[in-house]
């Protein structure tokens, strides 16, 4: 109890101590706190199994040695387009104070749906804040947690998009910029909590502004949608510069691919659809080697630095890899016309992040492979991982796009009255 970690939690009242259900404990009789943040609500990695070194490299003269702690599509990243994993030692992970008050105080409350094929259907129920299920016992729940994970409340991200072929390289770039507010409803850092009222009323969840900086031809085109607790497609406008109107749009509609990229809307972050759209299997607990504190340094200078945009295939990341306790969930949609036939998730037990993903097509054949990169926060109890980068890979088109990031901010206290159609064509001018 005298742990400096324990007392600085005491102090801002970040502990129920007495009072968090036996469900959602590592140790029964014990609340989640800081200190045991990872065994309460997932598994530790097996370290004898995945031992490394601080600075060893993983490469194609030695991934045999490897292949136990990689997914198996690592052979295609390794051997035939000459990754290379810089290692580190394991560190362990956890939220926000108010994330762990969240999730001690309303621990038991979640309560699954049974939507069957209707992906229409809302699928969770009494949810208010934290992470919904502590020590997951299936895909859906690993899900919830996913959609629920810790990301700061609000949020303010500075990026490039980057095209990018094997052969010829790098094809073209634009930057943008991202206000968003994650957290319009189940809040645990900033005021109101846990929910916006002006966003509560219409059961809007998450709430974003997104312009383009460059090139010149992109400049000042932009979007503003929202998304709802219901699940449905997100609503929203864009404000087209050429025309100076702005238009009402749907947005994200499944397996739509943004803007022109390799991306999918719902590829973002991993995947930004709805729990309720797909069928989520959990495969097993595994130890592998995944970029949870992958130390990029972030910056428009630094973009080819976090790229190896000179040599083939111009778009392998330059990042640090540890061992991570990740959730191996098996994803397939409940839409006909998805484009993806299933998809492979790798979800960190600790963050609840998706690392990697591998996308297979209507044929069964591996289609694309998705990496995000997460850096250590500055302060672990007060802000989420810092997005770092996300690179996705077409390896039957032998294509990229990457999204080096130069800057990226949390929990900013965004004003809500700045989504608005108005500051949408405000921005883009």
């Not at 490299?57 to 390794?78: G, I, M």
């Not at 991570?324 to 979800?347: A, C, G």
Request: charged residues 20%.
């Amino acid at each position: 109890m005298c742990n400096a970690r324990w007392l600085f939690l005491l102090l801002t009242g970040g502990l129920m101590l007495w009072a968090a259900p036996a469900a959602a404990q590592g140790t029964p009789g014990q609340p989640i706190t800081a200190d045991n943040w990872g065994q309460a609500v997932g598994f530790a990695p097996d370290l004898n199994a995945v031992k490394v070194s601080p600075g060893a490299t993983v490469s194609s003269a030695n991934f045999a040695q490897w292949k136990h702690a990689l997914p198996e599509t690592f052979d295609l990243l390794v051997n035939k387009y000459k990754l290379k994993l810089t290692l580190q030692n394991y560190k362990p992970m956890y939220p926000s104070v108010g994330y762990i008050e969240a999730t001690n105080k309303y621990a038991g409350q979640p309560q699954l749906i049974d939507t069957g094929s209707d992906f229409r259907k809302i699928g969770l129920k009494n949810y208010t804040g934290g992470l919904p299920f502590p020590n997951p016992k299936s895909g859906i729940e690993v899900a919830w947690d996913y959609i629920y994970s810790y990301t700061g409340d609000d949020g303010d991200l500075y990026y490039a998009v980057y095209w990018i072929d094997a052969n010829s390289g790098v094809q073209h770039f634009e930057e943008w910029r991202w206000y968003f507010i994650i957290r319009a409803m189940f809040r645990t850092d900033l005021d109101p909590k846990p929910n916006i009222p002006k966003f509560e009323k219409e059961g809007i969840q998450y709430a974003s502004i997104t312009y383009a900086l460059s090139p010149a031809d992109k400049k000042g085109f932009g979007a503003l949608y929202s998304r709802n607790v219901e699940p449905r497609d997100q609503q929203g406008h864009i404000y087209v510069p050429a025309m100076k109107r702005v238009l009402r749009n749907t947005f994200g509609t499944r397996g739509d691919t943004w803007n022109s990229t390799d991306l999918l809307y719902e590829d973002v972050r991993g995947y930004m659809g709805y729990p309720e759209w797909m069928n989520w299997k959990l495969l097993g607990k595994k130890t592998y080697l995944m970029p949870m504190r992958a130390d990029i340094k972030l910056g428009k200078d630094q973009a080819n630095k976090t790229y190896d945009f000179a040599n083939y295939p111009h778009w392998n990341p330059n990042m640090k890899w540890e061992p991570r306790p990740v959730y191996v969930v098996e994803v397939t949609p409940k839409l006909k016309d998805y484009p993806y036939s299933r998809m492979n998730m790798y979800i960190d037990a600790e963050t609840y992040m998706i690392l990697y993903k591998e996308s297979f097509d209507k044929k069964g054949q591996i289609w694309k492979l998705l990496i995000t990169g997460f850096n250590e926060p500055q302060d672990m109890n007060s802000s989420p991982p810092v997005y770092a980068t996300q690179l996705v890979i077409d390896v039957q088109a032998e294509h990229a796009t990457a999204f080096p990031i130069y800057e990226y901010k949390s929990n900013q206290n965004l004003n809500p009255d700045e989504f608005t159609e108005s500051v949408l064509r405000k921005r883009g001018r």
